[in-house]
């Protein structure tokens, strides 16, 4: 639906879902939200900017820095926080790296699920994280 509005706005396709990095997409996007008003994913764009980053800005052409900026920091955040989580618990230094879990056991697994549960809703109530699977 997102994609189907920004080539509306006359968007080129590599922004949309080319190979136009992250942040060029993210800009595209902000140049398409002000056209969406009374749509309710205008709606659903602040509210999910509210509700997991804290975000209070209006997504448009003028704010798309600030707001590329305080999620990233935001999710920055949780990361490192769980990274130091798990290493306070298992010395894995670094949570991910693939297979960083294939040596623990399940209830380790479990333990870190719930401390990196508490760490998410400490920081924004919502921001899944990392899930880690179970050794296989």
Do not use: C
């Amino acid at each position: 639906y997102k994609w189907r509005l920004m080539r509306a706005n006359g968007i080129d396709e590599e922004r949309i879902t080319g190979s136009a990095t992250a942040r060029d997409k993210f800009q595209a996007w902000a140049e398409t939200v002000p056209y969406t008003l009374r749509n309710p994913i205008h709606h659903w764009t602040h509210l999910d900017l509210q509700r997991y980053f804290g975000i209070d800005l209006l997504l448009s052409p003028k704010t798309p820095d600030e707001i590329w900026e305080r999620a990233n920091a935001k999710l920055a955040a949780a990361v490192a926080a769980y990274a130091e989580a798990v290493e306070r618990k298992t010395g894995v230094a670094s949570p991910i790296v693939a297979g960083a879990y294939s040596g623990l056991d399940q209830s380790t697994l479990d333990s870190l699920s719930a401390e990196r549960d508490a760490i998410s809703r400490a920081i924004t109530g919502q921001i899944p994280v990392i899930t880690p699977r179970a050794a296989s």
